[in-house]
């Protein structure tokens, strides 16, 4: 069982994001002071090395918001994840490496929030490296949440599937009734409770999502590390645990670790409401907090590989017969999970697309309700209506995520590498120390690495996934 932390925590955090939205989206609507004047801000010490929020998130509830900010769907394709990297081997070293860049974005963001004076990602990327960048931030996060409202409705149907298939003891294909077939599941789930809970204003219905969601997650792990060791289980034979080794092999695991390990538009809003902020603090954090998902990605992962080897499904709970229970259970604590953060991850790009549309159109937040309210539903449908066609007619999450996992490498290198970058050269110094030259090439690595990742999952992701 969580600390109770957990559900102040949440409510700290879903209170940025509210703020987010509408109330906050004309704070950084124009920034067009000079460079001159922006760097002057940008090195002033507007900010304590510690600072103290009264009624803050605790550092344990820190620890567990980011933990189920990494969390969620991707954990159901780290086997096939291994597979593809490998083996084990490979997938857990290339983990270990991602990670060290993974946890020092995470401490240059709270940093940089820090000398905007930002409490959420966008705007961060928007004070410290300028308008441009910060547009471009704020499209890609629609973007990758409207990949992963995709990915969730796919989930969905696939758990769906099995469960009907269970009960029903039909799991021939062609034996399953029009009601229990996959895309009338999707519909009928996404109309009658997803749609429903993406409509409202406001994402405070949903504070209790975060606790679900970690023992879903936990308890999925813990269904595949229990089949992999129990005694009645076989191995795989040696062919199946066989893969291709080479480094170009290892770079197809990349997309799902970014995927699943990708907090990083969501850390600021942590970072801004917790009780003590200072960067040492922030660091022991996230690292405990990355440690704790280590643990559970790569129990799922190394166990799901060891029980099916290369033959292991996208989606590793598909692997597993219909009829065992057990499992059963876990699917549906999956389609718990999604249909709780459906809306969550959705509110988050409409929030994104509605300030584009108010900066873009030089409104005003705070206009009246009935205008808000029409644009806010015709927002809500035509996202809903999009993302399940698409999840309508793409087979499997493996594709959904070789796309969006590029996506997911822009917000853990490429622009935590930019606004250090920037942050450095903001600086104002006669002679530059080792340590500039030090961070600002690690600024420049992380942008270059993010690059290449971005560009080479996201080729293969649309002429091979998708397109072949």
Same mark, same amino acid.
């Given at each position: 069982m969580l600390p109770p932390v957990s559900s102040q925590g949440t409510d700290g955090v879903i209170a940025v994001l509210s703020r987010m939205s509408l109330g906050n989206v004309a704070i950084n609507a124009d920034y067009s002071w000079d460079a001159g004047e922006r760097a002057r801000l940008l090195q002033s010490p507007i900010v304590p090395e510690t600072r103290r929020l009264a009624g803050g998130t605790s550092a344990i509830g820190a620890v567990f918001i980011v933990v189920n900010a990494?969390?969620?769907?991707?954990?159901?394709? +780290?086997?096939a994840a291994f597979s593809a990297a490998g083996g084990v081997t490979a997938g857990i070293l290339l983990q270990l490496v991602l990670?060290? *860049? #993974?946890?020092?974005?995470?401490?240059?963001?709270?940093?940089?929030?820090?000398?905007?004076?930002?409490?959420?990602?966008?705007?961060?990327?928007?004070?410290?490296?300028?308008?441009?960048?910060g547009v471009?931030?704020? #499209?890609?996060?629609?973007?990758?949440?409207?990949? =992963?409202c995709i990915a969730f409705f796919i989930i969905i149907g696939d758990q769906l599937e099995k469960l009907l298939g269970a009960i029903m003891h039909s799991l021939a294909d062609s034996n399953i009734p029009w009601y229990a077939d996959r895309k009338f599941t999707i519909t009928i789930t996404g109309v009658l409770l997803v749609l429903p809970l993406s409509l409202p204003r406001e994402i405070s219905v949903q504070k209790y999502a975060s606790s679900m969601s970690v023992l879903g997650t936990c308890y999925v792990t813990f269904i595949v590390i229990?089949?992999?060791?129990?005694? =009645?289980?076989?191995?795989?034979?040696?062919?199946?645990?066989?893969?291709?080794?080479?480094?170009?092999?290892? *770079?197809?695991?990349?997309p799902t670790i970014c995927f699943g390990y990708q907090c990083h538009v969501s850390s600021i809003p942590v970072y801004g409401s917790m009780q003590r902020q200072d960067l040492r603090h922030w660091a022991a954090i996230v690292s405990a907090a990355m440690f704790i998902a280590l643990c559970i990605y790569t129990g799922t992962g190394v166990c799901g590989y060891l029980l099916f080897g290369s033959a292991v499904d996208q989606d590793v709970l598909l692997s597993f017969p219909s009829e065992d229970v057990p499992v059963a259970v876990a699917r549906a604590f999956i389609i718990l999970c999604v249909l709780t953060s459906y809306p969550i991850l959705h509110y988050c790009g409409r929030a994104v697309l509605e300030g584009l549309w108010l900066r873009f159109t030089a409104q005003e937040a705070g206009e009246e309700p009935a205008r808000e309210r029409q644009r806010r539903i015709f927002q809500t449908? =035509?996202? *809903?209506?999009?993302?399940?066609?698409?999840?309508? +007619?793409?087979?499997?999450?493996?594709?959904?995520?070789?796309?969006?996992?590029?996506?997911a490498a822009c917000f853990i290198f490429i622009f935590p590498?930019?606004?250090?970058?920037?942050?450095?050269?903001?600086?104002?110094?006669?002679?530059?120390?080792?340590?500039?030259?030090?961070?600002?090439?690690?600024?420049?690595?992380?942008?270059?690495?993010?690059?290449?990742?971005?560009?080479?999952t996201t080729t293969k992701a649309i002429f091979v996934d998708l397109m072949g």
């Open positions: 990494a969390l969620g769907a991707g954990l159901l394709n +780290f086997p990670l060290f *860049f #993974i946890i020092s974005g995470l401490v240059i963001l709270a940093h940089c929030a820090d000398a905007c004076s930002e409490r959420t990602y966008q705007e961060v990327v928007r004070g410290i490296c300028g308008r441009v960048a471009l931030c704020e #499209i890609l996060i629609a973007v990758y949440t409207f990949g =992963t229990y089949r992999c060791v129990q005694p =009645t289980s076989e191995p795989p034979s040696d062919s199946a645990t066989r893969s291709d080794s080479s480094w170009i092999a290892v *770079f197809k695991a990349v449908l =035509t996202w *809903f209506v999009l993302t399940l066609l698409l999840a309508l +007619f793409i087979p499997d999450i493996g594709r959904v995520i070789s796309l969006i996992g590029g996506l590498g930019l606004c250090l970058i920037n942050l450095k050269l903001s600086e104002i110094q006669e002679q530059k120390s080792r340590s500039w030259w030090a961070l600002l090439v690690y600024g420049v690595t992380m942008v270059t690495l993010g690059a290449f990742i971005f560009g080479q």
